[in-house]
């Protein structure tokens, strides 16, 4: 149980255009669902917390108009990167959190997105 | 100071030994504590939660928490070489995860 999908597993993109990444929980719904970045060698970075329904909440220092985050039901959110730059190559990592049940605390995690910009 | 604190190794262990990964924390209001295993260019994959101060045990891996003194462990019995990877600790109160940096396993046949 518990499993966190995420699509696609890499892409690579040219410079100014968008990528789309879906993150969806296959077997459990959740209400909180996270977005992370990870350089290599490094932790994960918080982006962003989005709860279905409503408005994601941005960490600090993350622009909301480049990572546009979309929240629509229990089992789907996606992560836009629009007019990526070579800078915004990363491992993107979504996260979810069970609705209900005795683990309400635990995230699970998704294989994450490699993304490249050329 | 970080809220976590976590040694990045690289831990190199022959297979068979006991592996002890550790973390210190800052953050009284702490109360859930996980550990994640995460491969090469793969997502965190969770092993082992614990809520409070206390042990859990989970076939070879076992969870530890003491709270009086911020600190937790997660030890790894029979290492397999396929228990090598990046160890990440991660906690939370009432707010966000906070993770560790990670520590890299070796572990060598």
């Known amino acids: 149980g518990a499993v966190v999908s995420q699509h696609p597993s890499w892409v690579i993109c040219k410079s100014g255009t968008s990528v789309k990444i879906e993150c969806r929980s296959l077997?459990?719904?959740?209400?909180?669902m996270f977005w992370y970045r990870q350089f290599p060698k490094q932790s994960l970075m918080l982006m962003a917390t989005s709860n279905e329904g409503s408005k994601a909440t941005y960490e600090q220092g993350v622009e909301k108009d480049k990572f546009l985050i979309n929240h629509a039901s229990l089992t789907l959110s996606t992560l836009t990167v629009t007019s990526a730059h070579p800078e915004d190559s990363s491992f993107y990592i979504c996260?979810?959190?069970?609705?209900?049940?005795?683990?309400?605390?635990?995230?699970?995690f998704g294989p994450g997105t490699r993304l490249t910009v050329t | 100071q970080k809220e976590v604190e976590q040694d990045p190794g690289p831990l190199s262990v022959p297979e068979g030994a006991i592996v002890s990964l550790n973390c210190t924390y800052s953050n009284s209001a702490f109360q859930y504590f996980m550990w994640y295993r995460q491969y090469s260019r793969k997502g965190p994959e969770l092993l082992m939660y614990t809520y409070s101060s206390g042990n859990k045990e989970d076939g070879r891996f076992t969870a530890q928490v003491d709270k009086s003194s911020k600190y937790i462990s997660l030890f790894i019995r029979d290492s397999q070489p396929s228990d090598s990877a990046t160890y990440l600790c991660a906690m939370r109160g009432f707010q966000k995860l906070v993770f560790g940096t990670g520590t890299r396993l070796l572990v060598s046949p």
């Open positions: 077997d459990f719904q959740a209400t909180t």
């Open positions: 996260s979810a959190r069970d609705r209900v049940g005795t683990e309400i605390q635990v995230q699970y």
